[in-house]
C-alpha cells in the first residue's frame, strides 16, 4: 500500500485522525436535480430592484404610498391585521396622492391623475405641469431608481414612456444624472403631441456612476401625463435579467428552479397572493399587486412568462408552484368554490405546455415563446398546516386529480414537514405524491449535527425535497454557517435513494432595501457579493455525483461529514469539517484498481475562523483554492482537513473492475 499525501493549507493543531473507507460497490443513483434553486420571486427587492432588470421604481404609479417605496425612507401606510374595506389582511389602503419615489424638478408641479389613462387595468398616471423660467433649464420629474441607479461607461440603455400632451407638443430629453448634478447618459430629444402614445430610445453612458437618478424634462411650459416610464440597460439576458445576477444564479447550475415561492405565492388572501393571470400580456398593462408576504407593492414584470424565461435561460426546468385556495394566516377557502384554483392550474400548464393555437398557448406564443416550455413539475402550495379533509388534503386532492387526469407524466410535489403536525397530509393517506417538501431553518451549531437527519428516515414515505434550508442567525453570512449547511447537504447525498433534490433560501437580497439577512446573493444597484455558502453549493455540484458508492466513516465526531461516489471516471470525495481543530482524514480505497497519476481538489476555508465573511467591499474574502493531487497508483490517501472547511477531491479511474 502506497500512501498519498495531498497536501493542503492547516491552520489549527490537529485532532483525532479519522478513516474513510470507499469500496467499488454501487450503493444507489444520485438524483441528476439533487442540487437545485429557490427563487421566491419577491422576497427583498430580488426581482424589481435586483434580478429583473427594470431601473425605474414604481413605472406605472400604482403603488400609490403602500409598503417599502424603493429609494425613500419614509414612513409606510398603516396596515391591519385583519381584513377590511376591501382590503387583505396586512395590505394597507392606496393612498392617491402619493407618487413616490418620483419628484419634480425645477419648478414642475406632479400629482397623480386615473382621469386618463393608456390601460385601464392600471389607472393611474402622472401629471406633470412644468415651469421653466430660466431656459435651457429641464424642468419635469425625477426618479432615484431601487435605491440609485447604476450605469456603467459605453453602455447602452433602452428607455419608453407613454405619453401625452394638452395643448400642443413638448420636447423631452432623458437623462441619468449623477448625484453632483453632472449628466452620464444623455438620450435623444423626444418630441411629444397628442393623446397616448408610447416613445422610445436609447441613452448612452459616458460615466460610470452608482447612484445615478433618472430625468425626463423639457424647456417648454405646459402639461404632459406620464405612464409606464422604464429604462433597462441594453445588455439584460433576453432583455430582461441584470447580467451580474443572471450569471451569479447561473453559475450554480441548478438542477431546477422553484418558482415564485413561497410565501410570496399565498399573500394574506385573494388580493396579495400571486395570481399568474394578472402577470402575463404586455408589461405596462398589468395591474401589479401589492406584496403583503414581504411588504411591498410589485409590477409584477417578473411575471409567469419572465419565470419560465429565466429557467430557460438558465439551462433548466421550472418548478411552478400552484395556489391551493390557502393564504397565510386565513382559513382554505371552502372546496365548493375553489374549482377556479383548479382550473388555474389547467390553465397554468396549458400557458407553458400547450400548442400555440389553443387558448393560453396563444397568449404564451404572443408573448413571443412560440414552442412550449416543457414544465414538468409542479409544486401544490407551500408550508401547508391545515390537514382536515377539506383543509390541504381536500385541495390537493381535487387540483392534481385534475392536473394528472390531462397531463399524467406532471411530476407534483406536496406540502411536506417544516413544523406543524403533519397528521392527515395526504402523502400519508394514500394519495399519489411524487415527493413532498421538508424546511429547515436552523443555527449553524445545530445545522451541523444535522448530516444524518434523513438515516432513519421512513423509506414507505414519499421522496424528498428539502425545498428550503438555511444555517442563520440573523445577518451573520459566515463560513461557519456555510460548513454547517455543507454538512446537512451531504446527508442528501448519503441518503440519496430518498432526498431527490433540495434548495437553500433565500436566493436574493438588494442589501439598500433589507439591511439585514442571510441571502445567498446580495448586491446594491452596481456591485454583487455572494456568501460563503454560495461557493460551497458550487463546488457540491461540480462534484454532483452520479453514483453513491458504498463507504463509511470511522471515528467522525458528528460535526464531520464525507461521502464518496463516481462520477463519470472518477471517484469523487467529499468532506465537511465543522470544528475549530483541524483533523487528518485517511482515505482507503478498496477494489478499485490503478487510478491516475493526477488527481485534484478544491477546498473553502479561512485563516480568520468561522466568522469570516464576504462583502460588498471584500466580495471575494472567503473564496475556494484548488489544486493538483499528484499520485502514483495508490489505494489510499492522507487527507489534511483544516478548521471550518469543505473540500472535494477528485481522483481518475484508470479503470472500474467489477
Request: with cysteine; hydrophobic share 40%; charged share 15%.
Amino acid at each position: 500500500m502506497v500512501a498519498v499525501v495531498l497536501v493542503l493549507a492547516v491552520y489549527l493543531a490537529s485532532v483525532q485522525a479519522q478513516l474513510l473507507r470507499v469500496r467499488n460497490e454501487e450503493a444507489f443513483p444520485i438524483s441528476p436535480v439533487l442540487f437545485s434553486a429557490f427563487f421566491e420571486s419577491e422576497i427583498h427587492f430580488g426581482s424589481e430592484g435586483g434580478l429583473y432588470a427594470e431601473l425605474i421604481a414604481n413605472r406605472d404609479f400604482e403603488a400609490l404610498g403602500r409598503g417599502q417605496v424603493p429609494g425613500t425612507n419614509g414612513t409606510r401606510a398603516p396596515v391591519k391585521p385583519y381584513a377590511q374595506d376591501g382590503l387583505d389582511p396586512y395590505e394597507p389602503a392606496p393612498v392617491y396622492t402619493d407618487y413616490r419615489p418620483w419628484t419634480g424638478i425645477h419648478g414642475a408641479r406632479l400629482a397623480t391623475d386615473n382621469s386618463t389613462h393608456p390601460f385601464a387595468s392600471n389607472p393611474t398616471v402622472l401629471r406633470v405641469k412644468t415651469s421653466c423660467l430660466a431656459p435651457p433649464c429641464l424642468s419635469g420629474v425625477q426618479n432615484p431608481g431601487y435605491w440609485g441607479i447604476g450605469v456603467r461607461a459605453g453602455m447602452r440603455y433602452n428607455f419608453s414612456f407613454y405619453a401625452q400632451t394638452g395643448a400642443g407638443s413638448m420636447t423631452l430629453l432623458p437623462i441619468l444624472v449623477s448625484k453632483k448634478g453632472y449628466a452620464v447618459a444623455v438620450g435623444p430629444y423626444t418630441a411629444i403631441r397628442g393623446n397616448w402614445t408610447l416613445y422610445h430610445g436609447q441613452l448612452v453612458a459616458s460615466q460610470t456612476e452608482s447612484d445615478a437618478v433618472f430625468q425626463l424634462g423639457t424647456s417648454d411650459s405646459g402639461t404632459f401625463w406620464l405612464d409606464s416610464v422604464s429604462v433597462f440597460p441594453a445588455d439584460a439576458v433576453a432583455g430582461l435579467f441584470r447580467r451580474d445576477i443572471f450569471d451569479a444564479i447561473a453559475a450554480l447550475r441548478p438542477g431546477f428552479l422553484r418558482v415564485p415561492g413561497g410565501n410570496y405565492l399565498e399573500g394574506t388572501g385573494p388580493r396579495t397572493r400571486w395570481n399568474w393571470k394578472t402577470t402575463i400580456g404586455p408589461r405596462q398593462a398589468r395591474p401589479g399587486h401589492y406584496n403583503s408576504a414581504w411588504g411591498y407593492w410589485v409590477t409584477d414584470g417578473m411575471g409567469l412568462y419572465e419565470l419560465l424565461v429565466l429557467a430557460e435561460a438558465l439551462g433548466t426546468q421550472s418548478l411552478m408552484g400552484i395556489y391551493t385556495g390557502y393564504s397565510m394566516g386565513q382559513p382554505y377557502m371552502p372546496l365548493n368554490e375553489s374549482a377556479v384554483f383548479v382550473q388555474d392550474a389547467l390553465d397554468l400548464v396549458e400557458y407553458a405546455n400547450g400548442p400555440a393555437a389553443s387558448t393560453w398557448g396563444a397568449a404564451r406564443a404572443a408573448a413571443g415563446h412560440a414552442t412550449p416550455f416543457g414544465l414538468n413539475r409542479l409544486e401544490i402550495g407551500n408550508e401547508e398546516r391545515l390537514m382536515a379533509p377539506d383543509d390541504y388534503p381536500g385541495h390537493y386532492r381535487i387540483i392534481t386529480d385534475a392536473i394528472w387526469k390531462a397531463y399524467p407524466d406532471i411530476n407534483i410535489i406536496a406540502s411536506g414537514r417544516w413544523g406543524p403536525n403533519i397528521t392527515g397530509n395526504p402523502c400519508l393517506t394514500g394519495q399519489r405524491c411524487d415527493m413532498w417538501d421538508d424546511h429547515y431553518y436552523r443555527s449553524p451549531d445545530v445545522m451541523a449535527t444535522m448530516g444524518g437527519q434523513y438515516n432513519d428516515y421512513n423509506r414507505s414515505w414519499p421522496d424528498v425535497f428539502v425545498g428550503e434550508f438555511a444555517a442563520h442567525t440573523g445577518d451573520h453570512q459566515t463560513l461557519g454557517a456555510g460548513v454547517a449547511e455543507a454538512i446537512f447537504m451531504l446527508g442528501f447525498e448519503a441518503n440519496g435513494d430518498k432526498v431527490k433534490a433540495s434548495s437553500f433560501a433565500p436566493l436574493l437580497r438588494n442589501v439598500a432595501a433589507v439591511q439585514d439577512g442571510y441571502d445567498l446573493i446580495n448586491f446594491n444597484t452596481s456591485q454583487i457579493y455572494c456568501i460563503p455558502s454560495y461557493a460551497m453549493q458550487i463546488m457540491l455540484q461540480k462534484g454532483h455525483l452520479d453514483t453513491l458508492l458504498w463507504y463509511r466513516e470511522y471515528d467522525y465526531t458528528n460535526l464531520t461529514k464525507s461521502t464518496a461516489g463516481l462520477k463519470k471516471n472518477s471517484i469523487v470525495i467529499k468532506i465537511a469539517h465543522y470544528s475549530s481543530a483541524a483533523t487528518t482524514i485517511t482515505v482507503q480505497l478498496q477494489g478499485f484498481g490503478a487510478i491516475a497519476a493526477a488527481g485534484t481538489y478544491e477546498l473553502l476555508t479561512s485563516a480568520q475562523g468561522a466568522d469570516a465573511q464576504n462583502t460588498l467591499d471584500q466580495p471575494h474574502n472567503v473564496a475556494t483554492v484548488s489544486g493538483t493531487l499528484n499520485t502514483t497508483l495508490a489505494d489510499s490517501i492522507v487527507v489534511q482537513v483544516p478548521a471550518w472547511s469543505v473540500q472535494t477531491i477528485h481522483v481518475p479511474l484508470l479503470g472500474l473492475p467489477h
